[in-house]
């Protein structure tokens, strides 16, 4: 079936049979083409000393905590004792802080 777009006519897709006559041939990633002087293809990958850091930091992170422990402490002594205050100006700045950056 042939599809005009803008007038323009598409040729017909090739079956196997024509892929065939015209001598083109299929052959696994990386086997190298008749004619081709490549006899072997090798990938290898090289990580600068900025990817290595990169990679000690991230496991140097992962390894800390994601709660601070000694804080949430503080925090249930301040609830258990009465003395803590909610300050409602500063968690509705901090909201807003928290609103603008996420629209940028």
């Known amino acids: 079936m042939n599809v005009n777009?803008?007038?323009?006519?598409?040729p017909p897709l090739k079956g196997?049979?024509?892929?065939?006559?015209?001598?083109?041939?299929?052959?696994?990633?990386g086997t190298p083409q008749r004619g081709s002087d490549i006899t072997t293809a090798r990938d290898g990958v090289t990580l600068t000393s900025t990817a290595a850091r990169l990679r000690s930091l991230e496991s140097?992170?992962?390894?800390?905590?994601?709660?601070?422990?000694?804080?949430?402490?503080?925090i249930k002594q301040s609830i258990d004792e009465g003395s803590y205050e909610i300050d409602p100006q500063r968690i509705a700045e901090k909201m807003l802080d928290m609103e603008q950056e996420w629209s940028r």
């Open 5 to 10: 777009i803008k007038n323009m006519p598409t």
């Open 60 to 74: 140097t992170i992962s390894s800390l905590p994601v709660v601070d422990s000694k804080r949430v402490a503080e």
């Open 16 to 29: 196997p049979d024509e892929i065939a006559r015209a001598g083109v041939e299929r052959s696994a990633p």
